[in-house]
């Protein structure tokens, strides 16, 4: 049995074994990042602001709610879903988010919006 200069042994097969992993890793790399990718980038035309929750409010909650939203050729949203923030706060930004409108494109897509929950507003 050979060790290589970092010491680990190898029954002879030379670097092939490394490129594959490094290919394979690469290859997971960018599987990973294709989701990221796939979020497209539509225009928001409208903006429906957030109703505040009463509770939020008086328990002086704040914070960003991350929206996904499934967008239509026609530039209507056809689902939102909350991806992260605070739960109470979620619920009023899906609702808000769905009667926004994005520029038409080419046919349905997915974009993730932040809503923004600031007292005082």
Not at 31 to 50: F, G, H, N
Not at 55 to 73: F, Q, S
């Amino acid at each position: 049995m050979r060790r290589d200069r970092l010491g680990v042994a190898s029954r002879g097969f030379g670097p092939a074994p490394v490129r594959l992993v490094q290919a394979a890793v690469l290859a997971l790399t960018v599987a990973l990042a294709l989701p990221a990718w796939a979020a497209e980038a539509r225009a928001i035309k409208s903006r429906v602001p957030p109703v505040y929750p009463e509770i939020a409010k008086r328990m002086k909650i704040t914070g960003v709610v991350e929206v996904e939203v499934k967008v239509d050729p026609e530039g209507r949203v056809t689902d939102a879903k909350a991806l992260s923030g605070s739960r109470m706060l979620s619920p009023a930004a899906e609702d808000a988010v769905r009667k926004w409108k994005f520029a038409t494109g080419p046919g349905e897509s997915t974009v993730e919006v932040d809503v923004s929950f600031v007292l005082g507003q």
